[in-house]
C-alpha cells in the first residue's frame, strides 16, 4: 500500500482526565500517535486502557466526564483541541466517521438502513437524495452484501450482525472520509462472519486510501487488519510497532503479558457411566412468529456438574435453543426434560421450582443491568423471590454471593452498574443468576464483549463456581478459544441443526464435518498473512468476495 509522508493525524502529548465526582483524574497520561492517509493504527490493551476515549478524542470529542487536559490533536492541519464545536461537527461524519462495536445498538430500528446511510451526505450537502442512494447500494455491493439494491430498503432487524456490520462500514464511507474509528466491530460476530466483515473493511480502507484507527482486545484480529499496532496500559502507551514485529518480537513484559492469555484451560470431564442427563433436548422444532422454522428436530443432552458449548454461526439456533429450554419459546413440536421428567413448554405454566432451575447469564451486561438500580437490589431480587428471603437474612445472602464472584460486598453493595467495569459487571450478572440457586446456568456469549485478561478471568470464576455448587453450564459461543478452555463436549449447530456433537477432545480432532472444519479454519491466528491466505486458499481474488466463500 502506497504511504504518503505527510500525516493526516497527529496526536502529541495527549492528556485527557475524568471526573469521580469529587475531583479530575488522569484516565489519558501523554499518548503520542502519528497517523497517514492509508494507513491502519490497531490500539490494543485491557479495559480500561485508554482506547476507545483515544478514539474519540481523535474525533475532537470527550466522552461525558472527561475533558482533554494537555497536548495537541491535529487533524490535516487543524488543531482540534482549540477548534470550535462549530468546526468539530463538521469534520464528524464527513471526514471522520466512527464505526461502533455493536451495530444492532447503533442503528435506529424505526428508520430504513439505507435512510440512515444518506442521512450524513443529505446533511452536509455532499449529495443529493437520489445520488446518495445510488452510491449506497454502490458500496453495499463493493462490500458484498446481498441483493446490494434491495438491502437497504429493510429496517435493521430484518439482517443479520453480520450484514449489519458491513452496513454501519458503508454508511461511514457515505462522505468518503479521510479517517475511520472502528471500534471493536467485529467483537459480537461469529468466526465466519468476522471473515467478510474484516474483508470487507480492509477493501474498502484499500479501494479509497483511507485511514484507520482499528480499536479491539482480539490480538490475532488486529493482527489482520493494522499495519502498526500501539499497545496501551491504564492511559499509558507501553510500545508501539509495525505489526509482525510487535507480534514477533514485543519488548515489553506487559505485550508479552498478552500475547500469552487465554493460558487458562480446565481438564475435560467426561460423562458418569450410565448417568441420566440433568437437560435433555428432544426432538426440538421451534419457529418465531410468521412460521419460519428456526429450529430442526434438535436434540442433545447436558449432564450433572458438566459443561456442553453450543457453538455455530449467528442464525444456527444457539440461542433460540436457550429460549426453549427456559420456556420463552414453547416448541412446535418436541420438549425438554429436567431429570427425566418433561417441563411445561412456556414458562407461564412452569412452578417457581422448575424456573428456579434454569438460569441465565447475558451477553451484555451493559444492556442487561438496570443502570439506575443498586447492585444489592439486582442480586436481592431473584433471592427474595425464589428464597422468601428478607432484611438482615437478604443482606447476608446478597454479602454472600458478591464474595462468591469476588466483589467485596463493603465496596460494592451500594454501586450502580455504571460504576463498574465491563469484567465487574459481568461478574453481578453471575451472581445474579446464583441468587435463584439454580442446578443449570445458560452462558449466552458471556465473555465476547470482554478483553482478553478480564474474559480470562471470568473463565475461572465460571470453572471455580461449577466445581463448588456442582453447577452444570450451556455455554453459547462463536470463539472457539473459549471451547478450548471450559467445554467437556461440543455440540455444532448449523440453519436450525445439530450437525455435529461429541466429547471436546473429539471435536477438536480431524476428521470433522465439514461445516465444523469450517469454523474451525475460520479462527484467525497470529499472524498478519492470515487473512489475506485463507481467502486465497478458498479462491477468493479480491478480498471483498469473501461473502461469497
Same mark, same amino acid.
Given at each position: 500500500?502506497?504511504?504518503?509522508?505527510?500525516?493526516?493525524?497527529?496526536?502529541?502529548?495527549?492528556?485527557?482526565?475524568?471526573?469521580?465526582?469529587?475531583?479530575?483524574?488522569?484516565?489519558?497520561?501523554?499518548?503520542?500517535?502519528?497517523?497517514?492517509?492509508?494507513?491502519?493504527?490497531?490500539?490494543?490493551?485491557?479495559?480500561?486502557?485508554?482506547?476507545?476515549?483515544?478514539?474519540?478524542?481523535?474525533?475532537?470529542?470527550?466522552?461525558?466526564?472527561?475533558?482533554?487536559?494537555?497536548?495537541?490533536?491535529?487533524?490535516? $492541519?487543524?488543531? %482540534?483541541?482549540? +477548534?470550535?464545536? #462549530?468546526?468539530?461537527? @463538521?469534520? !464528524?461524519?464527513?471526514? *471522520?466517521?466512527?464505526?461502533?462495536?455493536?451495530?444492532?445498538?447503533?442503528?435506529?430500528?424505526?428508520?430504513?438502513?439505507?435512510?440512515?446511510?444518506?442521512?450524513?451526505?443529505?446533511?452536509?450537502?455532499?449529495?443529493?437524495?437520489?445520488?446518495?442512494?445510488?452510491?449506497?447500494?454502490?458500496?453495499?455491493?463493493?462490500?458484498?452484501?446481498?441483493?446490494?439494491?434491495?438491502?437497504?430498503?429493510?429496517?435493521?432487524?430484518?439482517?443479520? $450482525?453480520?450484514? %449489519?456490520?458491513? +452496513?454501519?462500514? #458503508?454508511?461511514?464511507? @457515505?462522505? !468518503?472520509?479521510?479517517? *475511520?474509528?472502528?471500534?471493536?466491530?467485529?467483537?459480537?460476530?461469529?468466526?465466519?462472519?468476522?471473515?467478510?466483515?474484516?474483508?470487507?473493511?480492509?477493501?474498502?480502507?484499500?479501494?479509497?486510501?483511507?485511514?484507520?484507527?482499528?480499536?479491539?482486545?482480539?490480538?490475532?484480529?488486529?493482527?489482520?487488519?493494522?499495519?502498526?499496532?500501539?499497545?496501551?496500559?491504564?492511559?499509558?502507551?507501553?510500545?508501539?510497532?509495525?505489526?509482525?514485529?510487535?507480534?514477533?518480537?514485543?519488548?515489553?513484559?506487559?505485550?508479552?503479558?498478552?500475547?500469552?492469555?487465554?493460558?487458562?484451560?480446565?481438564?475435560?470431564?467426561?460423562?458418569?457411566?450410565?448417568?441420566?442427563?440433568?437437560?435433555?433436548?428432544?426432538?426440538?422444532?421451534?419457529?418465531?412468529?410468521?412460521?419460519?422454522?428456526?429450529?430442526?428436530?434438535?436434540?442433545?443432552?447436558?449432564?450433572?456438574?458438566?459443561?456442553?458449548?453450543?457453538?455455530?454461526?449467528?442464525?444456527?439456533?444457539?440461542?433460540?435453543?436457550?429460549?426453549?429450554?427456559?420456556?420463552?419459546?414453547?416448541?412446535?413440536?418436541?420438549?425438554?426434560?429436567?431429570?427425566?421428567?418433561?417441563?411445561?413448554?412456556?414458562?407461564?405454566?412452569?412452578?417457581?421450582?422448575?424456573?428456579?432451575?434454569?438460569?441465565?447469564?447475558?451477553?451484555?451486561?451493559?444492556?442487561?443491568?438496570?443502570?439506575?438500580?443498586?447492585?444489592?437490589?439486582?442480586?436481592?431480587?431473584?433471592?427474595?423471590?425464589?428464597?422468601?428471603?428478607?432484611?438482615?437474612?437478604?443482606?447476608?445472602?446478597?454479602?454472600?454471593?458478591?464474595?462468591?464472584?469476588?466483589?467485596?460486598?463493603?465496596?460494592?453493595?451500594?454501586?450502580?452498574?455504571?460504576?463498574?467495569?465491563?469484567?465487574?459487571?459481568?461478574?453481578?450478572?453471575?451472581?445474579?443468576?446464583?441468587?435463584?440457586?439454580?442446578?443449570?446456568?445458560?452462558?449466552?456469549?458471556?465473555?465476547?464483549?470482554?478483553?482478553?485478561?478480564?474474559?480470562?478471568?471470568?473463565?475461572?470464576?465460571?470453572?471455580?463456581?461449577?466445581?463448588?455448587?456442582?453447577?452444570?453450564?450451556?455455554?453459547?459461543?462463536?470463539?472457539?478459544?473459549?471451547?478450548?478452555?471450559?467445554?467437556?463436549?461440543?455440540?455444532?449447530?448449523?440453519?436450525?441443526?445439530?450437525?455435529?456433537?461429541?466429547?471436546?477432545?473429539?471435536?477438536?480432532?480431524?476428521?470433522?464435518?465439514?461445516?465444523?472444519?469450517?469454523?474451525?479454519?475460520?479462527?484467525?491466528?497470529?499472524?498478519?498473512?492470515?487473512?489475506?491466505?485463507?481467502?486465497?486458499?478458498?479462491?477468493?481474488?479480491?478480498?471483498?468476495?469473501?461473502?461469497?466463500?
Amino acid at each position: 500500500m502506497q504511504k504518503n509522508e505527510k500525516a493526516l493525524l497527529e496526536i502529541n502529548g495527549l492528556k485527557i482526565q475524568g471526573y469521580t465526582g469529587e475531583q479530575w483524574v488522569d484516565i489519558i497520561k501523554g499518548v503520542d500517535l502519528t497517523l497517514r492517509r492509508g494507513e491502519v493504527m490497531g490500539l490494543i490493551g485491557e479495559s480500561g486502557a485508554g482506547k476507545s476515549t483515544i478514539g474519540a478524542a481523535a474525533m475532537g470529542y470527550a466522552r461525558d466526564g472527561t475533558r482533554v487536559s494537555g497536548g495537541s490533536i491535529e487533524f490535516d $492541519g487543524m488543531e %482540534l483541541t482549540t +477548534a470550535s464545536e #462549530a468546526e468539530k461537527r @463538521a469534520l !464528524r461524519g464527513s471526514r *471522520i466517521a466512527y464505526v461502533a462495536q455493536s451495530a444492532a445498538a447503533s442503528f435506529n430500528p424505526a428508520h430504513k438502513i439505507i435512510d440512515q446511510h444518506t442521512e450524513a451526505p443529505l446533511h452536509y450537502r455532499i449529495k443529493k437524495r437520489l445520488e446518495a442512494q445510488e452510491d449506497a447500494m454502490d458500496l453495499y455491493e463493493r462490500l458484498r452484501l446481498p441483493n446490494p439494491r434491495e438491502i437497504g430498503f429493510r429496517y435493521p432487524h430484518q439482517v443479520s $450482525g453480520g450484514q %449489519l456490520q458491513r +452496513a454501519m462500514t #458503508a454508511m461511514a464511507m @457515505a462522505c !468518503r472520509p479521510d479517517l *475511520i474509528i472502528f471500534d471493536e466491530p467485529t467483537t459480537a460476530l461469529d468466526v465466519t462472519t468476522q471473515i467478510e466483515v474484516l474483508a470487507a473493511i480492509r477493501d474498502i480502507v484499500d479501494q479509497f486510501d483511507t485511514a484507520a484507527i482499528y480499536i479491539t482486545h482480539d490480538l490475532a484480529v488486529v493482527a489482520q487488519m493494522a499495519d502498526t499496532i500501539k499497545v496501551l496500559l491504564r492511559g499509558h502507551e507501553v510500545e508501539e510497532a509495525p505489526t509482525q514485529e510487535m507480534l514477533d518480537k514485543p519488548k515489553e513484559d506487559y505485550t508479552k503479558s498478552l500475547w500469552a492469555v487465554r493460558s487458562f484451560q480446565r481438564a475435560q470431564k467426561s460423562r458418569p457411566k450410565g448417568s441420566e442427563p440433568l437437560i435433555s433436548i428432544r426432538n426440538v422444532d421451534a419457529a418465531y412468529t410468521g412460521g419460519v422454522k428456526v429450529l430442526d428436530d434438535v436434540s442433545f443432552d447436558i449432564h450433572e456438574g458438566m459443561t456442553v458449548a453450543v457453538v455455530g454461526e449467528s442464525g444456527s439456533g444457539k440461542s433460540t435453543t436457550a429460549r426453549v429450554i427456559t420456556g420463552l419459546l414453547p416448541p412446535m413440536k418436541g420438549e425438554v426434560l429436567f431429570k427425566g421428567d418433561p417441563l411445561p413448554p412456556s414458562y407461564l405454566n412452569r412452578n417457581k421450582d422448575q424456573l428456579r432451575q434454569a438460569q441465565m447469564i447475558y451477553q451484555m451486561a451493559d444492556t442487561a443491568l438496570n443502570p439506575k438500580v443498586r447492585i444489592s437490589e439486582i442480586i436481592g431480587r431473584p433471592a427474595q423471590f425464589y428464597s422468601g428471603l428478607h432484611g438482615a437474612e437478604l443482606k447476608h445472602r446478597v454479602d454472600e454471593l458478591l464474595d462468591l464472584i469476588e466483589l467485596d460486598p463493603s465496596q460494592f453493595y451500594d454501586r450502580y452498574p455504571p460504576e463498574l467495569s465491563g469484567g465487574q459487571k459481568q461478574r453481578v450478572g453471575i451472581a445474579r443468576a446464583l441468587a435463584a440457586d439454580p442446578t443449570f446456568i445458560i452462558c449466552d456469549e458471556v465473555t465476547s464483549a470482554l478483553d482478553q485478561l478480564v474474559a480470562e478471568g471470568i473463565l475461572k470464576l465460571l470453572d471455580r463456581l461449577q466445581n463448588d455448587l456442582n453447577l452444570s453450564y450451556m455455554f453459547i459461543t462463536h470463539d472457539l478459544a473459549t471451547v478450548r478452555s471450559i467445554a467437556d463436549e461440543v455440540v455444532v449447530m448449523q440453519n436450525g441443526q445439530v450437525v455435529e456433537e461429541g466429547p471436546k477432545d473429539k471435536m477438536f480432532t480431524p476428521p470433522h464435518h465439514p461445516y465444523t472444519d469450517l469454523l474451525l479454519s475460520s479462527v484467525p491466528e497470529m499472524d498478519s498473512s492470515w487473512l489475506t491466505t485463507l481467502l486465497e486458499e478458498r479462491g477468493v481474488d479480491n478480498i471483498g468476495d469473501a461473502a461469497r466463500v
